[in-house]
Each structure stands twice: as structure tokens, then as C-alpha cells.
């Protein structure tokens, strides 16, 4: 798609995507500028493709900082981000610059706490090792101690960060008969009643009495690290982890370690410190679960998705303040 001469109405997005996504936007009458390829562009690609644009439609792969800004120039007036999570964009940046951001809040709450779920069955039931076993070809048929997994039912599970997916995920784990204490800023009586839920101020204390804990927090500087080795070890022998948020949330060494010496029992992750490596020890361990960061990646979800960042590209072009904005502009 073209990229000369921009009337100032130029989009530029940052990934392939289906037509149909784009759609809304060509129909707006605005000049796409798509980045054609299914990886993230280097910073020096992007920069260079983003100058003179009007709007950015970016991934959570792309860093959107004073660099990036500068470089599309002052006419850029919004960064849309196809992610619930705004850890990779500078906001301070953005707001300095008169940029509104928008990211894509509540249509993926159902599709990621599912995800978070299917990670903690998978490791409670023990699901990699089983279909190893059958693969393998060594299995001997049933047995009385095969491979025994944990009961999710009277389990003491642990929410972080009980927003819109860690409340989601909460109600799922409920529903397996799991008792939830929750931990974040502050208590949530809706889920108190609604659960029968506990909140729980005092981090370490929640970690020292749960069989499970499940990460639902924004990467931030005061939950980078949340989990180090430190409160890795807090938690009761055999302990599952799940982490369906950001990676850096856990100090990835130290629950390798914690892994190895058998203290963890398990580890669901669809999200990693410096993605997309993975720290080798994770890749060795039989009792972890890993996916490539899949949490909102269902059909429907990414389908709306993309109409959230289209409406916010739209309405902010044409002068209006878009549903999904991020902080105030
Ligand atoms: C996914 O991680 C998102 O932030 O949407």
C-alpha cells in the first residue's frame, strides 16, 4: 500500500492483518500504510515507516517511546495498541506530545482468563506428561499412582490483580470448586459476595497459605519482579504458578531454580521475561506448561479487537474522544 504523499491522513500499522480488520479504516477514507510481514519491524524500519503519520495501529512487540513519536512527527495524533497492556508504550511521551493512546480494555477478559485456566488444568491434571507418556510409546496401561495430579476443588488459589481478567479468571476457578483470596490495591466486595472471595493486603502472607497463585497484574515498576526468589519460596512445597499477565512480573531465574529443586510443582506460562526468548531451564522441566502468548488469541477476540482500534483511529481523526482511551491525552 502506498506510502507517498500523505495528505496527513496516513495510518500506519504495524503487522499484516486481515483485509477485513482494515477495512473500517480504508472505508474512513484513510491511507493505509501496513507493514506487510507477520514479525515485528526493527526500530530503525519503523521509524522510518512511521514519519508523517497521522495514526499508529501497533502491536505489544513495538515500543512506543519519545523515539518513535519524534519520528512520525507532530501531526501524529493517536497510537492505538492491539493490547489490553500499555507496558511497552511511554505514556508520559504520548501525553507530552498531545497523542491519545487506546488499547483494546474487556473484549479479551473472557478469551485470556480461559487461557489462565486451561494452563492451570493443564498443569493440575498434568496434561504435557500424559501426552508424552502416550506419545512415547512406553505406556503400560492404566495404573493406581500414574501420574497423579492435583484437586482444583477446596484448592487455596491466589488471584494478582483482581481487574477485569483476574476477576474472570476467579469466577473460573471458583466454578472448579477452588477457595479464592485475591490480592491488589484494594478489596472488591463484589467478588467477596459474589465468591466468596478474601482479600488480602499483605502479599506475602496470601503467598505463604496458597496451593496456586495466578498473575493477572500490569507490568509496572512496582510489579516487575513481583514474584523473586524470595516470595517464590514463601509459597507452600509444590506450589503451582500460573502467569497469563506479563513475564517480568516473575524473576524467571529464580522460578527455574525454584522448579528444579521441586519446590514449585508446576508452572502454566503464556507470557515470558524477555519474550520472545525463553529461558532455557523452563524448555528442559516437565512440569511446566508453556504458550507463545496466546492469551487473546481466539478469532472472535482478535476480530474485536481490531474494531476497537479502528473506532479510536476513526474517532480521533475525525475529532472525537474515543471510548477506549488510555489516561487523559
Ligand atoms: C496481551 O498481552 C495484551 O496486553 O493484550
Sequence with gaps: MS?????????????????AWLAPLAEAGLELDVIDQHEAPSTAELHERVRGASALWVMLGDRVDAALLDAAGPQLRVVATFSVGVDHVDLAACRERDVALANTPEVLTNATADLAMALLLALARRLREGEALLRSGRWAGWGPQQLLGFDLDGARVLVVGPGRIGSAFARRVRAFGARVTYHGRRARPELDEELGARFEPDLEAALARSEVVSLHAP????????????????????ALVVNTARGPLIDEA?????????????????????????????????????????????????QTMAALVTDAITAVLRGARPANLVGDP
Design 3 to 19: 506510502r507517498a504523499g500523505s495528505d496527513g491522513r496516513r495510518v500506519v500499522v504495524t503487522r499484516a492483518l486481515p483485509a
Design 219 to 238: 507490568l509496572t515498576d512496582a510489579t516487575y519482579h513481583l514474584l523473586d526468589a524470595r516470595r517464590l519460596r514463601l509459597l507452600p512445597p509444590g
Design 254 to 302: 529464580a522460578l527455574v531454580d525454584a522448579l528444579r529443586d521441586a519446590h514449585l510443582g508446576g508452572a502454566g506460562l503464556d507470557v515470558f521475561e524477555r519474550e520472545p526468548q525463553v529461558h532455557s531451564g523452563l524448555l528442559e522441566l516437565p512440569n511446566v506448561v508453556m504458550l507463545p502468548h496466546l492469551g487473546s488469541a481466539t478469532r472472535g477476540t482478535r
